[in-house]
């Protein structure tokens, strides 16, 4: 019994020495969950330089995305800074995110990398205008129909629940007057056409070769084969309206975007 | 009692012998699988013995069962899921009737060819810390007699058992916590086992190493990095004085062998850091090249560089085709090499020598490849702390994916991708095991796409193409019967080989990060596809004799 107690103390032991230091039990402070140093300029420029020599040949230059995805959106996404720490420090299993190896990267680096990413996603604080309480009467008169907020609303388009978050006030300007240029994968538009003769309009979800999957305008979620459609067009245009000046006026869009950028999700999403 | 029990051990030992000769009696002996079976390589097709099918990298087998004519009745017969994270990038081999894969996170598998059932499953224990830079993949075993060989993501090649999956031999072939990781397929050449490293991107000094088969004990080296005892070692200038110790040159596909020449081929990595060159000033010999080495010695014969001083992260890790082709009447030897910098190749396989180079994409970097081998720039090409738009991006004109060259029809099918990118660079500073890009890349908002090329080997003109619906990463396989398997979007495809027309197609229900392989099993062809994590074998519904 002493022999079988001594030979797993041994393995304990190997395999203490053996685990990777982030295997290991942490001791001392607790690690805090909201990042100590966003908004510090000094981390935010390490931070940067650290992005570009570890992060940025995966995911671009400007954390848009190249192989690796876009990180400009993940606090949007309801990513808190707690996770998104566990994300470096682990890594993705059976992907190209390897762990960071404390013995390279402490934990401080992680923060700083983090703090100069939310430079990249966070909303320039422009001085607030308009009425939020008519902003939203506006939203609930022309957008939920497409768009949720909180749990209400239609899916053709995106959730805004979080859209305060992510976006700046003048990328939502631009997003409502019709002047973007881009729609957001997913979310493209498209007009097919079937060998009956019906028009369906709706957006991109998916496709290949052969078949196409949309939700249409309806929102139903339908798949096509091509070798079905007698037509199938790509828009350039986004099924979103453009609110011009004529649809709604430069007050009732000002209150809009002060409703829209005070979305930033409910606190359990924060968190 | 003891008695009784050594009696009956000895009564049962007798009996289990007369059985066990009474079974070798009935039955016939193993297959072996020699050096001469590899130089054969598709000859007996139940065979797929190398990465691409033989030494020449034909990926061209000579069945014909399936044709464009019966092609549409292609049905799947098994599946197979390896209940792993990760995805396949792997050649499968076949031998009498078992598959051999390796899959991610070095993990391998022997299968049964007939009803894809597992026999052994190889899993390495790797350590914490490993650093991989583009994907926890391996793309094959190498094999020969009994022995299976693997490059590992710890950088070591191992040996292991045919039969068994039990491991034989272990070699490190360089610190993995430098960045140094193993996913190339081995080259078996005669009793040596060809490998190299990947790792560039972290500023690795590239090399090919020759290994004993037997033993696992290394006989020979080539630095893809030249040295300073190395002729080339003064295409590395600059203010960085150690350059070439961190110049990248990796290698993760595996090369080529001509057995009359004692040749080997292989294309070697980008330099490094991959988008600034400023202090590595010069051709930076032999990164984005093809070298021809003496295959008993590792000496260098001859090298050709497709991207001189490269800081575009074209790493010509590509396959070399070799083939014996009548040009302007001439009978010649050549290695055919659609490179990831956009140029298709033809070279003189034993001076290295350019015959001709011409694009296959749309390109912005070069003019066109001069006589004297060089590309000839055009200007505004250089990344920059602004950001440069250049053609193709570093994905590249094709990748890692392997084409195929159909030696009677003399077509060259080859996974093509047509985008481009906003190159940037900055200076970075050399720190083993950290990233060493010196930049990075950032997509343009022009939707990029990727086609199956044929290129007419004789002219190097486009014969034709077929537009997939997104960016592809498969492999190509092409058959006697004038078939080409490929594929995009997850979709395995078959193609009329003289008209590129597509005649089929299947929904694996994930990318296709390989390509496929064909044989025959029990007088029925059999293609077999690596997508995701799952291989897919396909043969016809109601083939008969």
Known sequence: ?271 | MRVLTVRLAFAALVAGGVVTCALNAQQAPAPELTVQDLRDGLKNPTRWLTYSGNYANHRHSPLTQITPENVHRLTAQWQFQTDTLGKFEAAPLVFDGVIYVTGPLDTGWAIDARSGRQIWRYRRDLPAGLIACCGLVNRGFGILGDRLFKTTLDAHVVAISRKTGALEWDTAMAPYRNGYSGTTAPLVVKDKVLVGVAGAEYGVRGFIDAYDVQSGKQVWRFYTTAGPDDPGHGTWRGTDTKAWEHGGGSIWVPGAYDPDLNLVYWGTGNAGPDYNGAEREGDNLYTASIVALDADTGKLRWHYQFTPHDIWDWDSTQMPVLADLTLNGEPRKVVLFANRNGFFYVLDRATGKLIRGKPFIETTWAKEIRPDGRPMLLPNIVPSEEGTKVCPDQTGGTNWMPPSFDSTRGLFFVTARESCGMFFSWKDDYNPGDGFRGGAVQRLGDRPYSALRAIDVATGERRWEYRYASQSWAGVLSTDSGLVFAGGSGNLMAFDARSGKNLWHFQTGSALYAGAITYMIDGRQHVLMPSGTTLTAFALADFRD
């Not at chain 1, 020495?17 to 300029?41: I, K």
């Not at chain 1, 931070?47 to 671009?60: D, E, I, L, Q, W």
């Not at chain 1, 309009?201 to 798949?223: A, C, P, Y």
């Open chain 1, 1 to 271: 019994m002493r022999r079988l107690t001594c030979t797993l103390l041994v393995a304990a032991t190997v395999a203490i020495a053996h685990a990777s230091p982030q295997d290991r039990p942490t001791r001392g402070e607790q690690r805090p969950t909201r990042n100590p140093l966003e908004g510090n300029a000094q981390a935010i420029s390490n931070g940067g330089a650290m992005f570009r020599t570890r992060c940025a040949g995966c995911h671009g230059p400007d954390a848009r995305g190249y192989v690796g995805p876009d990180l400009t959106g993940v606090w949007l996404a309801g990513n808190t800074d707690d996770h998104l720490f566990d994300v470096v420090r682990r890594g993705i299993p059976g992907t190209e995110m390897t762990p960071a190896d404390p013995l390279r990267v402490n934990d401080r680096d992680i923060w700083q990398v983090l703090a100069y990413l939310r430079t990249l996603s966070a909303v320039t604080s422009a001085p607030p205008t308009g009425d939020a309480a008519n902003g939203e009467r506006v939203f609930r008169a022309n957008c939920t129909r497409c768009h949720v907020v909180n749990g209400r609303g239609g899916q053709l388009g995106p959730d805004l629940s979080r859209i305060g978050s992510g976006r700046p006030r003048a990328g939502l300007l631009s997003k409502l007057r019709g002047t973007s240029g881009t729609i957001r994968p997913g979310y493209e538009s498209v007009t097919l056409v079937t060998k009956e003769g019906e028009r369906i309009r709706g957006v991109r979800k998916n496709e290949d070769e052969f078949s196409i999957q949309i939700m249409d305008t309806r929102e139903r979620l339908q798949g096509f084969l091509k070798a079905n459609l007698n037509e199938l067009t790509m828009d350039k245009q986004s099924l979103m309206p453009a609110y011009g000046p004529e649809r709604l006026n430069d007050r009732d869009l000002d209150d809009l975007l002060r409703y829209l950028s005070g979305l930033r999700g409910s606190e359990a999403a924060r968190r």
